[in-house]
């Protein structure tokens, strides 16, 4: 799969095929899961691909709203199921809604990395 990009108004979403990384950027508040179907089948399309480890970087994403916390903790709940694949997930202490909403991915999905800093 190669590199790939999402963009909007204010956000940046980009898969690196080499680091098995999508980086998420800037303010996330779509309407709903209507219009973060293009990201979600983004996150499908990689996971599809069976890598040993895949990576979300959300250290520069400044917002993200309560559809968008839901399209991530369903991904999250998916990859329960997905018993070969190393989801980790990359926040930032500096950003509020990091700390709180990222530790509760680690409940829905307890195999999950999560990696603050």
Do not use: C
């Amino acid at each position: 799969m190669d590199t790939q990009e999402i963009n909007g108004d204010d956000y940046r979403v980009h898969y690196n095929p080499e680091s098995v990384t999508v980086s998420f950027i800037g303010e996330l508040s779509l309407s709903g899961p209507a219009d973060y179907a293009p990201i979600a089948q983004l996150l499908d399309d990689v996971a599809n691909q069976e890598p040993s480890t895949m990576i979300l970087d959300l250290r520069k994403l400044e917002f993200l709203n309560s559809s968008g916390i839901s399209l991530v903790s369903k991904f999250a709940i998916n990859m329960r199921k997905r018993k070969t694949i190393q989801v980790i997930v990359m926040g930032s202490n500096t950003i509020p809604w990091q700390g709180k909403s990222l530790k509760n991915l680690e409940k829905l999905f307890p195999g999950l990395k999560l990696e603050l800093e």
